[in-house]
């Protein structure tokens, strides 16, 4: 069963306090993303990766930080740096020839106490 | 002015209404036009994707791309409540890796 995870569904985090989200995909694709929604926003992007070991900032990458060790694997970590963190952060993926066919994973809602 | 702009609703009609959701948008470079549909806490999903001007049908489902008017759309037939969702517009140049969504519209198909 092709798609893909993220954890946690649910984050609380303190102010000051760094957090990892989690993304994994199965669907061997070698493009990832990580995107940011806000209530009349839209989407906006954080990062985004083509391949292992390499990544590009987005429109919205202060405050944030990822890594691409592994093909399957790409992790947001959102810094103390980051002042406006609460948000519904969501993970995709595509393949590197079709980058706007992007799939969506469920998403994790980060709330800062 | 932001690029892609949506109307974020709500739009509430009744089961078995024909459904308009429109984007407008002020780049004339964007070649790739895709309708994601978002329920409520999650993730998007692909719904319909289309290259440069046309139409396109897939079921209930009808994407129109007026790219003279800088003007897409998507059709709905005889809507459901399970249609009810929030319905994301986005749009990409050639050969890049970035999407520029719309706010999203709400859209509520009551029984």
């Known amino acids: 069963d092709g798609g893909i995870t993220q954890s946690p569904k649910y984050l609380f985090r303190k102010e000051g306090q760094n957090v990892t989200l989690s993304c994994e995909q199965n669907?061997?694709?070698?493009?990832m993303y990580w995107y940011r929604q806000d209530p009349g926003q839209g989407l906006r992007l954080i990062y985004y990766?083509?391949?292992?070991?390499?990544?590009q900032k987005g429109d919205i990458a202060e405050g944030y930080s990822v890594s691409r060790e592994k093909k399957e694997s790409f992790p947001l970590t959102v810094t103390s740096a980051q002042k406006n963190p609460t948000a519904f952060y969501l993970c995709?993926?595509?393949?590197?020839?079709?980058?706007?066919?992007?799939?969506f994973g469920p998403g994790t809602r980060l709330t800062v106490l | 002015q932001k690029e892609v702009e949506q109307d974020p609703g709500p739009l509430s009609v009744p089961e078995g209404a024909i459904v308009s959701l429109n984007c407008t948008y002020s780049n004339s470079a964007f070649q790739y036009f895709m309708w994601y549909r978002q329920y409520s806490r999650k993730g998007p999903e692909l719904l319909m994707y289309?290259?440069?001007?046309g139409n396109k049908e897939d079921g209930r489902f009808t994407a129109q791309v007026d790219k003279s008017s800088k003007y897409i759309s998507l059709f709905i037939r005889d809507s459901q409540p399970s249609d009810s969702a929030t319905y994301l517009c986005?749009?990409?140049?050639?050969?890049?890796?970035?999407?520029?969504f719309g706010t999203g519209t709400r859209l509520q198909v009551f029984p």
């Open positions: 995709a993926s595509s393949i590197v020839s079709s980058p706007d066919t992007q799939y």
């Open positions: 289309t290259y440069s001007s």
């Open positions: 669907l061997n694709h070698d493009a």
């Open positions: 990766s083509q391949i292992v070991n390499d990544f």
């Open positions: 986005a749009m990409s140049y050639d050969n890049t890796d970035k999407l520029i």
